[in-house]
């Protein structure tokens, strides 16, 4: 499992880079919350957008997902969060157009459906000093409800925004469409469920109260 890497080529680098790049977005940025002054950012996860996604989730919530995941990690960019992006090690990534890593963002590759099955992303975590995860992308089971299991392991808070987060293509009479309905109850034990609009009028909220305006 490769660490993350600056974003343009796809490719991976070394552990140091990770942990530099992780000291720097730990002091490079002021969370905009009315809390504890100098409080870490929260975590944004985008989780396996790529552009053959279409081929495994059901269209309607895919395209949902894209629209949202781009209105959202636009307003992370706007206030300072950590971004990393995430991709599955299995195949070479490639991501949607609008949803590209920048050169400040770190990307990680993950061997299994948890994004944090990624050493690299799990030492991430950790140097963050970050103490909740925002989380979108593909495919809520398994890869969104995986993540959120492990981050509670790590005792790390997540908010998984679910009209951001599609769902896999099943019929009627599809085994996995009872598995889908067994993990939305399950979820709420390990995380937040949001919406996106919920989501950005909390965060134009929490910026509203520290600019006074």
């Not at 090690?89 to 990680?108: C, G, H, T, Y």
Request: charged residues 15%; hydrophobic residues 40%.
């Amino acid at each position: 499992m490769g660490p993350p890497r600056r974003a343009g080529p796809l490719q991976r680098t070394t552990d140091s880079s990770a942990n530099s790049k992780a000291s720097l977005m730990m002091n490079s940025h002021s969370y905009a919350y009315p809390g504890q002054k100098n409080q870490p950012p929260p975590l944004l996860i985008c989780n396996d957008l790529v552009v053959d996604g279409h081929l495994s989730e059901e269209p309607a919530s895919w395209r949902t997902c894209i629209h949202n995941s781009a209105l959202i990690l636009a307003t992370a960019r706007k206030q300072g969060w950590q971004i990393v992006h995430v991709y599955r090690q299995d195949r070479a990534p490639n991501p949607i157009a609008s949803l590209r890593p920048q050169p400040e963002e770190p990307v990680f590759q993950c061997r299994g459906p948890s994004a944090l099955s990624s050493p690299a992303l799990r030492d991430f975590l950790v140097m963050s000093g970050t103490d909740e995860i925002i989380l979108i992308g593909r495919s809520l089971v398994p890869c969104c409800l995986s993540t959120a299991v492990a981050a509670a392991d790590l005792g790390v808070a997540v908010k998984l925004v679910a009209d951001a987060v599609s769902h896999a293509t099943a019929d009627a009479h599809d085994p996995s469409l009872s598995i889908a309905h067994a993990a939305m109850r399950l979820i709420p034990q390990f995380a937040t469920m949001t919406s996106t609009a919920k989501l950005l009028q909390l965060q134009s909220s929490l910026s509203l109260f520290v600019s006074g305006t």
